[in-house]
């Protein structure tokens, strides 16, 4: 615990050297002075990268990749000039905003290795981090495989064998067999070689990247001035139809306005490498995984020296740098390729360069690097989600690095799964895919971010502050509608398969310590809503319990508990207790540390109720400051519940339910079964006095009414067992009887008081409950023979009934036997008006009426009784509580209540 001379901050810093997350800052003793570790002050040796090496280069390369080499002409060739521009400002306000998103969270804190996934799990949680982490590392695999695709497509431009290659003329050294088979073999072994790069580790990746990110602006720089360089020319391209060959004669014009023209609009046609009509999400698909790599940068982030500077700099940068390069393409293109030549060969730069093999290096250089930094990106996602142990066994052993911190396992697994894509075979077929699963880690980032700020939290205070929550809530929309747009199956399947693993991620992992935005979002909902619930706009016609249930030894109280639960219908349920002490005379507060274990009682018992503890001199002081400041605004708790005051000593309910014999089961915030157990004291021996006395407890009773708070005295309950009442082999269905007559006072024969149509309520409630429905309720009326009204009487309650819409049954019971007893004690009005009350029955009588109650049993799963209010002479409080023990002795599980609340309305 933190004291007066412990540091104010205390910064823990991460690496991934050494097989995982480590601490970097080593706590010091807390009367020693603390230096503040930053990632300047103290240096971590697996964090090599820059802003340039790390995020710029390796995001300009990934964005570049394929795509401006090899899909530029088919992206205007199919679609125009004005689509191809409209589908660049769409992916690129997409990307915007995700950025937006990213440079946000990515300013908010310290980021550790896994880039988006770690920005997401930190954020969401690990139900969402984990699942859309999956999913951004099956996108990055499934990209990886694109560009190797792309590449092998590119070599095969060149050096594949031509169908009669020996009458369609020389365009290169044609020596490699082409099919399904061997294409894959090629995929495999440039696979293979990014794969060896890779495990060296991503510093090597990083300098041979700068080299290849040197040669592809070289190969740019040649591609700008060839436009100018160049002039026109026709180009003969060679395609198999059938068993023969077909020469297609393009043109290159130069710059010449009426080529613009006519690649001013789409003409969308078949695809020469899948055979297939091309539409407008078809081509955006493939175009958009140009702008895919922006992330690059992040899933670095294990290995930057300073991942919350560089990332939003260096990705920014890196976006801004690629939108201009593509709008000059796709500018240049339109004014110089004729469109046969834009959609019969994609890679029509290398025949208009002014040195044809300077774009064949360009196009092999970036689609390896773009590869590799794909390979290593999803490697480092796998890693982080296998350190956060999120899937088990299955990830483990992705948890191993080398020694210099390199995932190699999560290589190797990705690894494999990048050979299983690469048996798609084809760019375009996978391209949509691709597109799907990077929208949806998109729209996460967005997600996450436009949590946080709605959230309000005070520690989410970004240095990035070009963002709001309407450029996040834009971006999730536009990555929704592009998914559903570009393919409606991939879009609908990838947010199945996304809940599939939020749902799985939710019962198997464990409870983090990462915080969840969840519960910041609902603290700042229920807050707005709770200043909206105003006490002064209550209406008897919206009435619920809300109920205070005080409870001194959970282990006697729980099947209590659990009916508190099913009467409180959709109210407040708060679990009361007092701790015997004084503030002044301990050192530290006892009750903080408790608050975990009745909470977890809460989570054991499956039950919807708050936990309010407090510290206090006496239980009636205790009971008090629970009903005075337990709840906030409107609610607050209009009932209390208190186990009934006799000498019984029920059975240690931990002891038969199996749910606390699991001592290895852990709830995930430090209380296992053994301690739970152990923290609540044994059940009190019958020898053993009790810390409450008669007098205090018919005081807290009347403290309570005092406090105009309904109140409800419960016995027996811990006999109570719904599985053998709701049984489905039980013969009869069970009942719920209600006495509304006052029994201890049957000399006040109103049945129509506010108590007594409080009593109504609160079984009515009760058979509501849907575990409750199949119990019958019974309303017991008391008539003496010679009571001729007793029929208007009957129909008097019935139609009472009716108007509150309560179904009962209504029965009659002769009771003059009992009320018979009552009328051979009279005393005199001036004995009444003293306040001798308890005098007006005795014990004959209590123990008749007692008789008449259990006589009437049917299968009675509970009965609700009326409570009297006490004596107003404290003197009678013992004679009080004998009377009701008498009335309720061996009754079963009894609530007696007492209601001060008007709680029905007839209006609507």
């Not at 319990?545 to 407040?572: E, W, Y």
């Not at 810390?691 to 006999?719: G, H, P, T, W």
């Not at 109103?750 to 199949?774: E, G, I, N, P």
């Not at 009444?832 to 799963?861: F, I, K």
């Given at each position: 615990?933190?004291?007066?001379?412990?540091?104010?901050?205390?910064?823990?810093?991460?690496?991934?050297?050494?097989?995982?997350?480590?601490?970097?800052?080593?706590?010091?003793?807390?009367?020693?002075?603390?230096?503040?570790?930053?990632?300047?002050?103290?240096?971590?040796?697996?964090?090599?990268?820059?802003?340039?090496?790390?995020?710029?280069?390796?995001?300009?390369?990934?964005?570049?990749?394929?795509?401006?080499?090899?899909?530029?002409?088919?992206?205007?060739?199919?679609?125009?000039?004005?689509?191809?521009?409209?589908?660049?400002?769409?992916?690129?306000?997409?990307?915007?905003?995700?950025?937006?998103?990213?440079?946000?969270?990515?300013?908010?804190?310290?980021?550790?290795?896994?880039?988006?996934?770690?920005?997401?799990?930190?954020?969401l949680g690990p139900e969402f981090g984990g699942s859309i982490g999956l999913m951004f590392f099956l996108a990055n695999v499934c990209s990886c495989a694109v560009y190797i695709l792309g590449l092998v497509e590119a070599v095969l431009d060149v050096f594949g064998e031509l169908p009669n290659a020996a009458g369609a003329g020389?365009?290169?050294?044609?020596?490699?067999?082409?099919?399904?088979?061997?294409?894959?073999?090629?995929?495999?072994?440039?696979?293979?070689?990014?794969?060896?790069?890779?495990?060296?580790?991503?510093?090597?990746?990083?300098?041979?990247?700068?080299?290849?990110?040197?040669?592809?602006?070289?190969?740019?720089?040649?591609?700008?001035?060839?436009?100018?360089?160049?002039?026109?020319?026709?180009?003969?391209?060679?395609?198999?139809?059938?068993?023969?060959?077909?020469?297609?004669?393009?043109?290159?014009?130069?710059?010449?306005?009426?080529?613009?023209?006519?690649?001013?609009?789409?003409?969308?046609?078949?695809?020469?490498?899948?055979?297939?009509?091309?539409?407008?999400?078809?081509?955006?698909?493939?175009?958009?995984?140009?702008?895919?790599?922006?992330?690059?940068?992040?899933?670095?982030?294990?290995?930057?020296?300073?991942?919350?500077?560089?990332?939003?700099?260096?990705?920014?940068?890196?976006?801004?740098?690629?939108?201009?390069?593509?709008?000059?393409?796709?500018?240049?293109?339109?004014?110089?390729?004729?469109?046969?030549?834009?959609?019969?060969?994609?890679?029509?730069?290398?025949?208009?360069?002014?040195?044809?093999?300077?774009?064949?290096?360009?196009?092999?250089?970036?689609?390896?690097?773009?590869?590799?930094?794909?390979?290593?990106?999803?490697?480092?996602?796998?890693?982080?989600?296998?350190?956060?142990?999120?899937?088990?066994?299955?990830?483990?052993?992705?948890?191993?690095?080398?020694?210099?911190?390199?995932?190699?396992?999560?290589?190797?697994?990705?690894?494999?799964?990048?050979?299983?894509?690469?048996?798609?075979?084809?760019?375009?077929?996978?391209?949509?895919?691709?597109?799907?699963?990077?929208?949806?880690?998109?729209?996460?980032?967005?997600?996450?971010?436009?949590?946080?700020?709605?959230?309000?939290?005070?520690?989410?205070?970004?240095?990035?502050?070009?963002?709001?929550?309407?450029?996040?809530?834009?971006?999730?929309?536009?990555?929704?509608?592009?998914?559903?747009?570009?393919?409606?199956?991939?879009?609908?399947?990838?947010?199945?398969?996304?809940?599939?693993?939020?749902?799985?991620?939710?019962?198997?992992?464990?409870?983090?310590?990462?915080?969840?935005?969840?519960?910041?979002?609902?603290?700042?909902?229920?807050?707005?809503?709770?200043?909206?619930?105003?006490?002064?706009?209550?209406?008897?016609?919206?009435?619920?319990?809300?109920?205070?249930?005080?409870?001194?030894?959970?282990?006697?109280?729980?099947?209590?508990?659990?009916?508190?639960?099913?009467?409180?219908?959709?109210?407040?349920?708060?679990?009361?207790?007092?701790?015997?002490?004084?503030?002044?005379?301990?050192?530290?507060?006892?009750?903080?540390?408790?608050?975990?274990?009745?909470?977890?009682?809460?989570?054991?018992?499956?039950?919807?109720?708050?936990?309010?503890?407090?510290?206090?001199?006496?239980?009636?002081?205790?009971?008090?400051?629970?009903?005075?400041?337990?709840?906030?605004?409107?609610?607050?708790?209009?009932?209390?519940?208190?186990?009934?005051?006799?000498?019984?000593?029920?059975?240690?309910?931990?002891?038969?339910?199996?749910?606390?014999?699991?001592?290895?089961?852990?709830?995930?915030?430090?209380?296992?079964?053994?301690?739970?157990?152990?923290?609540?004291?044994?059940?009190?021996?019958?020898?053993?006095?009790?810390?409450?006395?008669?007098?205090?407890?018919?005081?807290?009773?009347?403290?309570?009414?005092?406090?105009?708070?309904?109140?409800?005295?419960?016995?027996?309950?811990?006999?109570?067992?719904?599985?053998?009442?709701?049984?489905?082999?039980?013969?009869?269905?069970?009942?719920?009887?209600?006495?509304?007559?006052?029994?201890?006072?049957?000399?006040?024969?109103?049945?129509?008081?506010?108590?007594?149509?409080?009593?109504?309520?609160?079984?009515?409630?009760?058979?509501?409950?849907?575990?409750?429905?199949?119990?019958?309720?019974?309303?017991?009326?008391?008539?003496?023979?010679?009571?001729?009204?007793?029929?208007?009487?009957?129909?008097?309650?019935?139609?009472?009934?009716?108007?509150?819409?309560?179904?009962?049954?209504?029965?009659?019971?002769?009771?003059?036997?009992?009320?018979?007893?009552?009328?051979?004690?009279?005393?005199?009005?001036?004995?009444?008006?003293?306040?001798?009350?308890?005098?007006?029955?005795?014990?004959?009588?209590?123990?008749?009426?007692?008789?008449?109650?259990?006589?009437?049993?049917?299968?009675?799963?509970?009965?609700?009784?009326?409570?009297?209010?006490?004596?107003?002479?404290?003197?009678?409080?013992?004679r009080y509580l004998q009377q009701l023990d008498i009335l309720t002795e061996g009754l079963g599980p009894t609530l007696l209540i007492h209601g001060l609340t008007p709680v029905t309305c007839t209006d609507l």
């Amino acid at each position: 615990m933190s004291s007066e001379t412990s540091p104010l901050l205390n910064y823990r810093l991460y690496n991934v050297a050494g097989g995982g997350f480590a601490e970097s800052c080593a706590a010091a003793p807390a009367n020693e002075e603390v230096t503040i570790c930053t990632s300047g002050s103290q240096p971590d040796d697996s964090r090599k990268l820059s802003t340039f090496f790390g995020v710029v280069v390796p995001t300009v390369l990934s964005m570049f990749s394929i795509v401006i080499f090899m899909r530029i002409g088919f992206v205007i060739g199919q679609a125009g000039f004005v689509e191809s521009l409209l589908m660049l400002v769409v992916a690129y306000v997409i990307i915007s905003l995700t950025v937006l998103s990213v440079c946000a969270i990515s300013t908010n804190g310290a980021v550790r290795g896994g880039g988006a996934y770690f920005m997401i799990s930190r954020t969401l949680g690990p139900e969402f981090g984990g699942s859309i982490g999956l999913m951004f590392f099956l996108a990055n695999v499934c990209s990886c495989a694109v560009y190797i695709l792309g590449l092998v497509e590119a070599v095969l431009d060149v050096f594949g064998e031509l169908p009669n290659a020996a009458g369609a003329g020389h365009r290169g050294v044609h020596v490699l067999p082409q099919s399904y088979l061997y294409d894959v073999l090629y995929a495999s072994s440039i696979l293979l070689l990014c794969l060896l790069v890779c495990l060296v580790g991503a510093q090597i990746y990083a300098k041979t990247s700068f080299l290849i990110f040197l040669m592809v602006h070289v190969v740019l720089i040649t591609i700008f001035v060839s436009f100018f360089a160049v002039g026109p020319k026709t180009i003969p391209i060679v395609r198999q139809s059938g068993n023969t060959s077909q020469t297609v004669l393009t043109n290159y014009t130069g710059f010449d306005l009426a080529t613009l023209q006519r690649n001013i609009v789409d003409d969308y046609s078949v695809d020469y490498t899948t055979g297939s009509v091309m539409t407008f999400a078809t081509v955006f698909a493939v175009m958009f995984n140009g702008c895919t790599g922006i992330m690059a940068g992040s899933n670095m982030s294990g290995d930057l020296k300073n991942p919350s500077y560089a990332i939003p700099k260096g990705t920014i940068i890196a976006v801004i740098y690629t939108l201009l390069v593509y709008l000059l393409l796709f500018l240049m293109v339109s004014f110089t390729c004729d469109r046969v030549l834009l959609q019969e060969d994609y890679g029509f730069f290398r025949q208009i360069n002014i040195w044809p093999p300077f774009v064949v290096i360009g196009v092999y250089g970036a689609s390896l690097s773009a590869s590799m930094s794909t390979l290593i990106g999803a490697s480092r996602i796998l890693h982080a989600l296998a350190w956060d142990d999120l899937f088990g066994v299955l990830l483990s052993p992705a948890k191993r690095t080398s020694k210099t911190g390199n995932p190699w396992v999560a290589v190797l697994y990705t690894w494999v799964l990048v050979q299983l894509v690469l048996f798609a075979g084809k760019l375009n077929t996978i391209a949509g895919i691709v597109t799907i699963f990077f929208l949806m880690a998109y729209a996460a980032v967005d997600l996450a971010c436009l949590s946080l700020e709605w959230a309000s939290a005070p520690n989410f205070r970004p240095t990035f502050q070009l963002f709001s929550w309407h450029t996040c809530l834009l971006g999730i929309v536009g990555c929704l509608v592009m998914m559903f747009l570009i393919n409606p199956v991939y879009a609908s399947c990838g947010i199945v398969l996304m809940l599939i693993l939020l749902v799985v991620i939710h019962y198997r992992s464990p409870t983090s310590s990462w915080g969840y935005i969840s519960q910041a979002l609902i603290f700042h909902q229920v807050r707005k809503y709770l200043l909206l619930l105003d006490v002064r706009k209550e209406h008897v016609k919206f009435w619920r319990p809300q109920i205070l249930l005080m409870v001194a030894n959970p282990r006697t109280s729980a099947q209590l508990i659990t009916f508190i639960n099913d009467l409180k219908k959709g109210g407040l349920f708060v679990l009361g207790h007092v701790e015997i002490g004084d503030l002044d005379t301990l050192p530290s507060d006892p009750i903080h540390p408790q608050y975990n274990f009745w909470l977890s009682l809460v989570d054991k018992l499956n039950v919807k109720a708050f936990v309010d503890l407090t510290l206090s001199p006496s239980v009636r002081q205790g009971v008090q400051h629970l009903l005075r400041i337990t709840g906030l605004g409107g609610m607050k708790p209009n009932t209390l519940v208190l186990g009934f005051y006799d000498q019984c000593v029920p059975d240690d309910y931990f002891l038969c339910d199996p749910a606390f014999q699991d001592t290895k089961e852990n709830d995930h915030f430090g209380v296992d079964i053994a301690s739970l157990q152990a923290h609540f004291p044994p059940v009190r021996g019958r020898e053993t006095s009790k810390s409450l006395s008669e007098a205090e407890y018919v005081a807290i009773v009347s403290d309570a009414l005092k406090m105009q708070k309904n109140v409800c005295l419960a016995r027996y309950f811990s006999a109570m067992n719904k599985k053998d009442l709701f049984a489905k082999t039980r013969p009869e269905r069970v009942s719920i009887d209600v006495w509304s007559l006052d029994l201890l006072r049957p000399d006040n024969s109103h049945y129509v008081d506010v108590c007594s149509l409080f009593l109504l309520q609160m079984a009515c409630v009760l058979t509501m409950v849907f575990s409750w429905k199949a119990a019958r309720l019974r309303i017991f009326l008391c008539i003496e023979s010679g009571d001729e009204s007793w029929v208007k009487k009957e129909e008097k309650l019935q139609e009472l009934l009716d108007k509150l819409r309560i179904k009962a049954t209504i029965k009659i019971v002769i009771w003059d036997q009992v009320v018979a007893l009552h009328w051979r004690r009279q005393i005199s009005p001036q004995e009444r008006d003293a306040g001798r009350d308890s005098a007006l029955v005795s014990d004959d009588y209590l123990r008749a009426a007692n008789r008449m109650v259990l006589e009437q049993r049917y299968h009675t799963a509970v009965r609700f009784l009326y409570l009297p209010r006490p004596p107003a002479d404290t003197a009678h409080s013992c004679r009080y509580l004998q009377q009701l023990d008498i009335l309720t002795e061996g009754l079963g599980p009894t609530l007696l209540i007492h209601g001060l609340t008007p709680v029905t309305c007839t209006d609507l």
